[in-house]
T-cell receptor
């Protein structure tokens, strides 16, 4: 597609429920990244998919968080047993290359609210 | 370790004033890249500029200019004759060759331009 597409744009869920956030990167972009932005905070790295290599999961805050990327394209970030502290905007980005220096193109984000 | 510091949390200026946003970085990589992104109220981060560590030339693009100084590990961003549309959160980011293309973001500077 023309840009990075994320869905849903907004999600309200009850504490304890599981949620799935979707990211559709720009076609041909080999690298895909998930970041989290809490209210008034900077961007917190979560996970990074680079080509066919194993993903870098070092930023995932707990084992309730997982992500996959199917066929080198669409990615899904899953949060199990959501907690109120998971409320944030989840941003996905992609880049044409996966070596240092490639700029990211960001999606509009999914605003997750856990009530 | 990679680190980006944006010491200015919030800045307010009156329209037509010049404003400089500071960015200081830390890295042990000899080859690295620096970026600025703009996040307007709509939320989507927009790429502004990339600079590699071997190119210390300052860059000007319209009302925007960037000053990269390796001696002080800084990559500052100046907006000349600010406009209301410049109101946004601005993020500085770093990627180094030893960490793939993972970005390390500063905490952002929120700029408000008052008409």
């Amino acid at each position: 597609g023309a840009g990075v597409s994320q869905s849903p744009s907004n999600k309200v869920t009850e504490k304890g429920k599981d949620v799935e956030l979707r990211c559709d990167p720009i076609s041909g972009h080999t690298a895909l990244y998930w970041y989290r932005q809490s209210l008034g905070q900077g961007l917190e790295f979560l996970i990074y998919f680079q080509g066919n290599s194993a993903p870098d999961k070092s930023g995932l805050p707990s084992d309730r968080f997982s992500a996959e990327r199917t066929g080198g394209s669409v990615s899904t970030l899953t949060i199990q047993r959501t907690q109120q502290e998971d409320s944030a905007v989840y941003l996905c980005a992609s880049s044409l290359g996966d070596t240092a220096g490639w700029s990211y193109t960001f999606g509009s984000g999914t605003r997750l609210t856990v009530v | 370790a990679q680190k980006v510091t944006q010491a200015q949390t919030e800045i307010s200026v009156v329209e037509k004033e010049d404003v400089t946003l500071d960015c200081v970085y830390e890295t042990r990589d000899t080859t690295y890249y620096l970026f600025w992104y703009k996040q307007p109220p709509s939320g989507e981060l927009v790429f502004l500029i990339r600079r590699n560590s071997f190119d210390e030339q300052n860059e000007i693009s319209g009302r925007y200019s960037w000053n990269f100084q390796k001696s002080t590990s800084s990559f500052n961003f100046t907006i000349t004759a600010s406009q209301v549309v410049d109101s946004a959160v601005y993020f500085c980011a770093l990627s180094g060759t030893n960490t793939g293309n993972q970005f390390y973001f500063g905490t952002g500077t929120s700029l408000t331009v008052i008409p």
